[in-house]
């Protein structure tokens, strides 16, 4: 009995312990984590992303609704959450997004491309994208927000996007040694699978076992539309490939979201 106690503290334990990290390394939410973080430790800890991603969500879908609840337009409501959502990350996922529209639009060459994308400037292709990126966003809770499932699509939205990152590190090789993405390791089979398993709960509890499965089916085509693009243009991912992944995703549950209410 008390071997069985002592098994699940520590497995709590490790879990507050990647749900910690997790949070560090994907918001500006100031937590203090003594000492350095390994790329193990790093690595280990991207199980929890959809649970941060659910944690965006919430907060964003809490700014969407109050625009609702005092009289703004449904247009500006959506671009309060998607907002909110950027601030709290700290535009990590829009970075990856333009970094990764302006390397792959903006050169032919291999080498070109990627540094392209570790240049801190904003081309063309990187402006367009993120256009685009709050846009759609922004116009599908137009409709969500009003219909009153904002507090329900958006935690499904930040939760299942950000599910598949682990999978998508497993499956491709890294384009380059240096920068955020190859920080991590490659991931183990027990953090894909918990990270694709929590995502997939959400996914399922927020939206019902029908639309749950055309969800997930969305979003894991999007992301193997991104890793494809990504193998051709650079030969692997980088962390930018991950963000630009990370909002694809995104777009697309929220795009399908407003597909299947009408």
């Given at each position: 009995m008390r071997q069985n106690e002592a098994a699940l503290r520590a497995f709590l334990s490790d879990w507050?312990?990647?749900?910690?990290?997790?949070?560090?390394?994907?918001?500006?939410?100031?937590?203090?984590?003594?000492?350095?973080?390994?790329?193990?430790a790093l690595t280990r800890a991207l199980r929890a992303a959809p649970l941060v991603g659910g944690l965006v969500g919430l907060i964003a879908a809490g700014a969407g609704v109050l625009g609702w609840t005092l009289g703004l337009p449904p247009l500006v409501c959506g671009l309060l959450a998607v907002g909110a959502s950027m601030l709290l990350t700290g535009c990590?996922?829009?970075?990856?997004?333009?970094?990764?529209?302006?390397?792959?639009?903006?050169?032919?060459?291999?080498?070109?491309?990627?540094?392209i994308m570790k240049d801190s400037r904003?081309?063309?292709?990187?402006?367009?994208?993120?256009?685009?990126?709050?846009?759609?966003?922004?116009a599908a809770l137009s409709v969500l927000i009003p219909a009153g499932i904002a507090w329900a699509a958006l935690p499904l939205a930040?939760?299942?996007?950000?599910?598949?990152?682990?999978?998508?590190?497993?499956?491709?090789?890294q384009a380059r040694s240096s920068g955020l993405?190859?920080?991590?390791?490659?991931?183990?089979?027990?953090?894909?699978?918990?990270?694709?398993?929590?995502?997939?709960?959400?996914?399922?509890?927020?939206?019902?076992?029908g639309n749950a499965l055309i969800l997930l089916a969305l979003a894991?085509?999007?992301?193997?539309?991104?890793?494809?693009?990504?193998?051709?243009?650079?030969?692997?991912?980088?962390?930018?490939?991950?963000?630009?992944?990370?909002?694809?995703?995104?777009i697309t549950l929220l795009l399908g979201l407003t597909v299947l209410m009408s």
């Open positions: 507050l312990c990647d749900l910690k990290l997790s949070i560090i390394f994907f918001t500006r939410i100031p937590l203090a984590q003594p000492g350095e973080i390994t790329p193990k990590l996922h829009e970075d990856g997004l333009t970094d990764v529209a302006d390397g792959f639009g903006g050169a032919f060459q291999r080498d070109r491309k990627l540094e904003t081309g063309t292709y990187g402006a367009a994208a993120l256009f685009l990126s709050i846009g759609l966003r922004a930040h939760a299942a996007s950000r599910a598949l990152i682990p999978g998508i590190m497993a499956v491709t090789p993405g190859a920080y991590h390791l490659e991931p183990e089979r027990r953090v894909v699978v918990a990270a694709l398993i929590l995502g997939a709960l959400v996914t399922l509890v927020l939206a019902g076992l894991a085509t999007g992301a193997a539309a991104m890793r494809t693009l990504a193998l051709r243009q650079i030969g692997g991912y980088t962390g930018d490939v991950l963000g630009a992944t990370q909002q694809v995703g995104e």
